[in-house]
């Protein structure tokens, strides 16, 4: 058929998100000031986002860094629940950064499904392995990610999958609520207040999660230059933020304002009371900070 004959209007992605049920919850904050939806439970169908995300050829690239002992204690759970739960119908890599390649766990990819590990070294500051992720993704997005997929999502390893988190967490530019920070009042918020830090910051919207961030891959990109640029002038005036890179992640999406909004029925933390959590679909990792954190 030749392409008047196609009657059928394709859905846009921005189409999807202006009709998201923003009427569905109503304990909860659904849209923010301006104008970004806050993904909860219930605002849209999960087939109509899969369907257009597919037509449109959508794509996803995880990058998640499991370095020195954050390897055995978590990345065989995050990436075999990953497989019963991110992105499924839709093409996906996993990019693995860690200093020890050969200990990566070979395990069950389904279609379209690729894994990819990358070796990277290990800096003797935890601190540093945090916080230079920021350079790694900035380089794996201009090196071999930028047109090849359309989005990119950044993870911490110390967590599991337990339910959808699909296409409809996609957007130019995204940002998850904090599960300890989404009812507490702005004060509480802990951004760095320290004037001489770049991410120093007053007031905020939200308290973002850097655990979960992403994007297209400009936005991504834009993203991790700005904070890594931010954390080496800190280093210059030999200051560090108060929480690392996720203080840098809170200034710059207090500067560049995300397009969507994951509720942290993406990233809960069990330890919490419940209450507005429908569905958890990622959930904390138990930590042992003595074991994982002491040389
Ligand atoms: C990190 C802290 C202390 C000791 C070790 C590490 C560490 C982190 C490591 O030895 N190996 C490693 O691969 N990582 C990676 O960095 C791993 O992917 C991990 O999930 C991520 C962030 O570290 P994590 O999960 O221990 O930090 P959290 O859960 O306390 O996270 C928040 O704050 C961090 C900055 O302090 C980051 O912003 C993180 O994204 C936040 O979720
Ligand atoms: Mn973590």
């Keep these: 058929p030749s392409s008047h004959s196609s009657t059928r209007k394709v859905t846009t992605m921005k189409e999807l ?9 109503t304990a909860v904050e659904t849209q923010t000031a301006w104008k970004a939806p806050i993904m909860w439970e219930g605002m849209w169908d999960p087939l109509v986002y899969d369907r257009v995300h597919m037509e449109n050829q959508s794509s996803v690239a995880l990058t998640v860094f499991a370095i020195g002992r954050y390897l055995d204690a978590y990345l065989k759970t995050f990436l075999v629940s990953a497989e019963k739960h991110f992105m499924i119908g839709l ?15 070979l395990i069950e990819l389904g279609p379209h499904r690729y894994i990819r590990t990358i070796k990277v070294e290990r800096h003797s500051r935890w601190q540093d392995i945090c916080m230079m992720r920021m350079k790694t993704i900035s ?25 959808r988190f699909g296409s409809e967490a996609l957007g130019d530019s995204v940002a998850l609520l904090h599960a300890h920070y989404y009812k507490l009042p702005k004060n509480r918020f802990t951004y760095d207040r320290n004037p001489k830090s770049k991410a120093y910051m007053e007031t905020g919207d939200y308290y973002y999660h850097a655990a979960v961030f992403g994007g297209n891959w400009q936005n991504v990109k834009k993203l991790a230059d700005e904070c890594l640029a931010n954390i080496m002038e800190d280093k210059n005036n030999n200051v560090e933020a108060l929480w ?39 959930e904390w990792a138990v930590k042992n900070y003595e074991k994982l954190r002491t040389e």
Excluded: A, M
């Design 139 to 163: 380089d794996l997005i201009e090196t071999e990610l930028q047109h090849i997929f359309s989005h990119v999502f950044c993870f911490d390893v110390d967590q599991k999958f337990t339910g």
């Design 17 to 25: 998100d202006e009709k998201l049920n923003y009427k569905s919850r």
């Design 244 to 282: 690392h890179d996720e203080s840098h992640l809170n200034k710059y999406f207090w500067l560049h304002k995300p397009t969507k909004l994951l509720s942290p029925e993406y990233c809960w933390d069990n330890y919490l009371n419940k209450k507005d959590i429908l569905v958890t679909r990622l």
């Design 91 to 105: 093409p996906v890599i996993y990019y693995v950064f860690t200093d020890q390649p050969n200990k990566v766990p």
